[in-house]
Nanobody, 122 residues
Framework: QVQLVESGGGLVQAGGSLRLSCAAS????????MGWYRQAPGNQRERVAGITSGGSTNYADSVKGRFTISRDNAKNTVYLQMNSLKPEDTAVYYC????????????????WGQGTQVTVSS
């Protein structure tokens, strides 16, 4: 069993910063890609940022220059540093990981966290 648990969400004023964390735990053999997604009320879930096991990153145009994704492979944790936050960044943020388990290392499965709310007030 694998779990992804996000933390760090909250309420912040426009222009402020938050740092999200997502820790993966359980029967993990390896983790390849990890990423952050978000979903605002009435909208589809959208990709915010991704990072490979080697540290290559990519970002949605809407967050480039403001958000930074990073990971600590030793801790199976991915982070999202969010600066210069805007009201339109308000959403539930989800962590996603592509993970192989000890039970079946031949197949990589997608796992999602439960989400953490980020609210940016104007």
């Amino acid at each position: 069993q694998v779990q992804l648990v996000e933390s760090g969400g909250g309420l912040v004023q426009a222009g402020g910063s938050l740092r999200l964390s997502c820790a993966a735990s359980g029967n993990i053999f390896s983790i390849s890609g990890m990423g952050w997604y978000r979903q605002a009320p009435g909208n589809q879930r959208e990709r915010v940022a991704g990072i490979t096991s080697g540290g290559s990153t990519n970002y949605a145009d809407s967050v480039k220059g403001r958000f930074t994704i990073s990971r600590d492979n030793a801790k199976n944790t991915v982070y999202l540093q969010m600066n210069s936050l805007k009201p339109e960044d308000t959403a539930v943020y989800y962590c996603k990981g592509t993970i192989r388990t000890m039970t079946d290392a031949h197949i990589a499965y997608i796992y999602w966290g439960q989400g953490t709310q980020v609210t940016v007030s104007s």
